[in-house]
């Protein structure tokens, strides 16, 4: 909002490069990815389907975000990128010491052209110094009902307290 002085919008697309990017615009308002989507997802909901691509400027995180952090540690980052989150976090690697909480949507099954599923996902962010806390439901398929993508909660591992889970 921009009633709120603690939010700062950028105009940019996230990535691991910094460069004019084609992103793929869905008729939807939640599905647009600089990924292709694929027809598992238009088959799960049609109306996400693509209506046209738009050219953005894509950055690093690493571009933009230490001089915000201010060298704090405590940070919460979020991607929701449909399905580009690898490339999201392979961008953000010189200022992911900073960021506490890291909270990505994944899919279960494939709906973007390359992108890493649930697991793979899970693996790469735990080699990143991150542990999975908590998962929520997210996207169902219409006809379906089946569960395609989940929101996962990560926290950088060493704050988490030595808990023996058995």
């Known amino acids: 909002s921009t ?11 996230a990535a691991d490069v910094t460069k004019k990017m084609d992103i793929h615009v ?10 292709p989507m694929l027809d598992s997802h238009v088959d799960a909901q049609p109306d996400s389907a693509i209506i046209g ?3 953005v400027q894509a950055i690093r995180l690493d571009d933009v975000l230490p001089s915000r952090l201010k060298g704090e540690k405590q940070w919460f980052l979020k ?3 449909q399905g580009y989150e690898m490339q999201v976090l392979q961008g953000a690697e010189g200022c992911l010491d900073s960021i506490a ?9 494939p709906l973007y052209a ?4 649930l697991s793979d996902m899970i693996k790469q962010v ?3 110094g991150f542990t999975p806390i908590w998962i929520e439901q997210g996207f169902f398929g219409v006809d379906s009902h089946r569960l395609l993508q989940v929101d996962v909660v990560f926290v950088r591992s060493e704050y988490l307290k030595d ?4």
Do not use: I, K, P
């Open 26 to 35: 869905a008729g939807n308002s939640v599905s647009s990815s600089l990924l």
């Open 53 to 55: 691509t738009e050219t």
């Open 114 to 117: 390359d992108q890493l599923l």
């Open 101 to 109: 909480l890291l909270e990505l949507e994944l899919s279960l099954v």
């Open 163 to 166: 808990e023996n889970v058995t």
């Open 79 to 81: 991607a929701d990128t």
């Open 3 to 13: 009633d709120d002085c603690a939010w700062e919008a950028l105009n940019y697309a």
């Open 126 to 128: 735990e080699r990143q």
